[in-house]
């Protein structure tokens, strides 16, 4: 047992969300804006922040503002909501001064992706390099964070799971953003009660529930958690046709936003409309314009989405 | 006109060495081993020293390192050979960064590949991001680096080319590696006499020299500049036949090499066998042993390529 | 609606068995093993059998072998099992010529894969496909049959249900084999009580049923319908716990026999070791030799397959 | 040696047309137009006609009416040409069909691509698979067809050459279409004078040429055999620019017509416009309507395509 634990031996899913981060109009961090952020997670209920990742842009960002922005979530946060720092980088040294950094400003955990430009080739030289990590801040679980269209590393999760528990003292779970629902569930059985299992696509949350799963970290919590939370509560109480009618809405509300950008601009174009403004994204990614945003809103209000309270 | 030229109308091919970036046992940089790589490139006639991008490991080096590893060429190059700095992170700040430095460094070029964790979707990105790039060293030549293998950004360059022209002041080219002879083939038309197009696959610098290219950058000069120089001195002498036996002993020792740990930690062990000796690669790569040092040896030997002095 | 429908509004999941086609010792069809493939399937419970598909080898087989096939097996099936035939081919006159040809043998039902090396490049180009293949048969049920892996073909099912069930006016529904759960799940609530979504691929077929799946194919009841049986049935009970245990067994045998020739040159082998002996596979597949079905069939033992009674 | 020879030692290149196969307005056999189309290649001097194959639309056709195309193409080539015949299938008993036939019909030779929906997953099984075929027609020359965009069969050609040709007593050589000119120069290097390397991809003739290849294979020449037959000419007599100039006008040729259906629909239309009329293609593919070849015709007239008489 490694000190991360979301998941109950109930029924119950913790909702993580894979917060923003929050742009001025020119690019730079708006760090004013993560008191709303935090804010709102705590009001609707999610278990924790999950910053720095693939919704946090985290890759696009100088690591001083990677570290700029992980102080200032540690400092909102003040207790009431966990701090995951995500520390992954194509550089391991970089990493790990991030890591260590999360320790000291107060992080509850950390989390990597694989380096993403030189990649591993084998489970073992993956699990060295989570391994090197974990080891920079030793007194932080460590999660990895499965997601191989932005790595380009296909090892499977299962069989990562498998080496790095034995390897990496620290070894808390594995975040799991991948739509192949066989390796998930291998995790999921090889997990037990020991580790988690993170679910990562929000397409999946109620098949995975189903299958086991009770622990999600997702950027659509941003701007549809209340929206995940009653149709898990459903599932919970054994309405399974609601709580398939609400996974339903989900994704066409998903679906939708991603045509306005992919799952990272359109989302947090959406999460602009619902909830708090975070900007645009960075460049190489393309945000959706005034007009855009209009149809967007107009899509997601016709779906009922924001109309009814998401 | 760029600044940035070696081609010219002649038959000459202009080879440019993508150096590996030298490690001591404990995987910190060994600086004081530039000034043997600097001086064995200026002694068999390297046009140029391109640093920190794919051999060099440069995305498995922290920002401060490529900083210290761009000053530390610039430094021993000393007028004799150009220095020519890959910038390209996966954070455009932090790209923009060490653009600014490699201009304050004395560098005579940047280059960069495309952001690789999150991708520019279009040609429009991708160039918007070259742009953000150039700007923050708005004296030196820019060269766009395509290597979709590692970036996974797939989009031709020749397209890139043919927008980045027009909306990058300092647009010097473009740096080719890709086994697409047909996209290479296009660049060249495309390019003119207007801009570079270095070839970034050793085994194709005869067919791509006959195609009309005459620049070409690669890892492979680090230990067979020499024979590369001789079979394109064939080339231009009209001796075909001669300059087809080199390359295909340039093939075979790159194939052989390849199987010591891919075409980077088999490259670089095979530098160390033949010329300076740089260490081994960092993780997530994995460096032969020892054993397997002595095999690839006995290999490359028992091909001739050890014995000719290559 | 359109004639077949194993799906109820009750619980059950109805399995269909995708069956492998008998060979000879010198690779010649044998056509007498059918009557006992069809009693065993007969004997526990399997709704139907789909030949000629993928298990069945239907693309290595010729034009006149797969009509004999259809022949047997409507022969033997007499009325205790349905038979549907796979006409999939890469051309469309075939397909239509095996079309044809099922009506007349007295099939239940056919389908098809999207042709296969000429490959249509919309789902418009799809569904006219399929449609000219239905046209041919036009008493018989038409099911797509959506196998990414081995057809290239990578629109998305649900996108192809939504306009063939308009196009084409015997359309049944959709086979689905391929892990994204994402797009699966999207089938299931766009076919409503309308269409049928089978199940293709059996370690989803839980997780698929707690998403409101009915139905399943697979080749993987050739040796394990009776394990999938008692799972579901375990599932209806709402033993949850037991049917996740009989699930992961799978899992484990699946995995298991794919490490003896892939998932059907190893579950071929394994259903000789286990029910009816079917020989082995045509090439370009390789089945595994004596020894190795040795090693496969202690592996199976030791998990405790074979002894159970499967 | 094969018997299958087109390559001299000295500089000349020979042309084999993948001729298409002509279609009537219903979509049948337009055989009466075979004769247009052997006389169009006599008279500008292609060396064979490979019937059947990716520009033949073979995989779309019954094995009954490949056949009568074979018998067709044989009788009035009348000795004029050479009749090499695709026999490949995803069935190896219908290729074998298909390579008796054409041995019987009096072709030169015959070929195939790898079986393309069950898949080879070694060199060894595909050098099988080939011998398979071979053996069917074993007075006439094997060449495996390589085209991994088709076929998803990956394997290098080189190490299908380099196994293929001790173990099919009539291996002649490879057709090698596709873009990886590093595989394509060691076909080259490894058939020494005793096989063919037939290029099959018609933007890399003039590189392949420089890099020694002698022979070309394609659908291009349906249409612009004249123009490469000139290119060449040119780059025979040393007049390199010449020879550059005109395989960038077949590239722009190439480039316009992809545009209208891709490589084989839009390169059918355009030889209805440039040559012999064989109508449209078979679904699953779509070719160009009415309006669009008009704007296909205009823009090839405004390359100086059609006026130059090609």
Redesign the interface.
């Given at each position: 047992m490694t000190g991360l634990r979301y998941s109950t031996d109930g029924p119950d899913m913790a909702l993580l969300t894979a917060v923003f981060t929050p742009f001025t109009e020119t690019g730079g961090l708006a760090l004013d804006t993560v008191q709303k952020q935090a804010d709102d997670l705590v009001a609707w209920g999610s278990a924790a922040a999950y910053i720095g990742g693939?919704a946090g842009?985290g890759?696009?960002?100088?690591?001083e503002?990677r570290m700029a922005l992980a102080e200032r979530w540690c400092e909102v946060a003040d207790g009431r909501l966990d701090v995951i720092v995500h520390v992954g980088h194509?550089?391991?040294?970089?990493a790990r001064?991030l890591a260590a950094h999360a320790e000291s400003a107060g992080a509850k955990a950390i989390s990597a992706v694989?380096?993403?430009?030189?990649?591993?080739?084998?489970v073992a030289?993956?699990v060295?390099?989570c391994a090197?990590i974990a080891d920079a801040a030793p007194g932080l679980p460590f999660t990895y964070y499965h997601i191989p269209s932005?790595?380009?590393v296909n090892l499977r999760a299962s069989d990562v799971l498998l080496v790095a528990r034995d390897k990496i003292p620290t070894f808390a779970g594995v975040k799991f953003a991948h739509?192949?629902?066989?390796d998930l569930?291998?995790c999921l059985?090889l997990a037990g009660g020991q580790h988690e299992v993170f679910v990562g696509?929000a397409?999946?949350v109620?098949?995975a529930w189903?299958?086991?799963a009770r622990a999600a970290i997702g950027s659509v919590y941003n701007f549809a958690g209340p929206l995940f939370r009653r149709l898990l509560d459903h599932a919970v109480r054994g309405e399974l046709a609601e709580a398939?009618a609400g996974?339903?809405l989900a994704?066409q509300v998903i679906d939708t936003a991603a045509r306005y950008g992919?799952e990272?601009a359109g989302f947090k174009a959406l999460g602009a409309l619902s909830g708090v403004d975070c900007g645009g994204?960075?460049?190489?990614?393309?945000s959706p314009g005034p007009e855009q945003l209009a149809l967007l809103r107009a899509e997601v209000t016709e779906l009922g989405f924001l109309d009814t309270g998401h």
């Open positions: 693939t842009e890759a696009s960002l100088s690591t503002e194509s550089s391991l040294v970089e001064r694989a380096p993403y430009f030189h990649r591993p080739e084998t030289a993956l060295d390099a090197a932005m790595t380009g739509n192949d629902m066989v569930q291998r059985h696509v397409k999946l109620l098949a189903q299958s086991g398939r996974q339903q994704q992919g990272l994204c960075r460049p190489p990614l393309v």
